[in-house]
């Protein structure tokens, strides 16, 4: 099972990247995602009626104790903190591959406390960029490109790739943009 910890959301800046590190993390093959930092059910029903659109199991919850949350994760399996201070990410994946995995991202400043409950701080290159760029690359290091391949059962929309052009089947209607 892995999990995603979105810390530190704001609801009036975060919107949009909060929105996108959910996106990521059901994408690239995480179990689900919880937000913490200012609550913001707008996010939430986004996320949620997107997983129904678009199909599979993918969860969303919010909880504002961050430091419960962890905690209670590590009597099950392993907390890795994406933070461009940590260690190389090459040198844990091969380390908690198959172990259940909660994957903390920040939003602006992590607290030091963070750091110290990670099991492991990891970093996707020593340079700032994203948490939606750090989750992405960190998923498919882990998991591969099978997420990325599957079928979310229960869709009610499905996109039928094509070199040009867009094919999506909506299972109520008919194709429709072909
Ligand atoms: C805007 S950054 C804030 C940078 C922050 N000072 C830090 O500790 O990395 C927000 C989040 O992006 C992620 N991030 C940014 N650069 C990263 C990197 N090089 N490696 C891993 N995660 C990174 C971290 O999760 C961070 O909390």
Not at 51 to 80: D, H, L, M, P
Not at 105 to 130: C, F, T
Not at 136 to 145: I, K, Q
């Amino acid at each position: 099972m892995i999990a995603v910890l979105r810390l530190g959301h704001r609801r009036n800046r975060d919107k949009r990247i909060t929105t996108h590190c959910a996106l990521v993390a059901r994408a690239f093959g995480a179990d689900k995602i919880i937000f913490s930092g200012e609550q913001d059910d707008a996010v939430l029903q986004s996320v949620s009626s997107l997983s129904k659109k678009w199909g599979g199991k993918f969860k969303a919850s919010y909880e504002s104790n961050w430091r419960k949350t962890i905690k209670a994760f590590k009597e099950k399996g392993v907390v890795v903190h994406l933070t461009m201070y940590g260690q190389p990410f090459n040198e844990v994946v091969s380390k908690i591959k198959n172990k259940n995995a909660l994957i903390v991202i920040g939003a602006e400043k992590v607290p030091r406390e963070v750091y110290d409950l990670a099991d492991y701080n990891v970093a996707i290159g020593n340079q700032p960029h994203s948490e939606v760029a750090a989750l992405a690359v960190f998923l498919y290091e882990l998991l591969g490109r099978t997420p990325l391949q599957k079928e979310f059962r229960g869709w009610q929309k499905k996109i039928v790739p094509l070199p040009r052009g867009k094919k999506v089947i909506n299972k109520f209607l008919r194709v429709i943009g072909a």
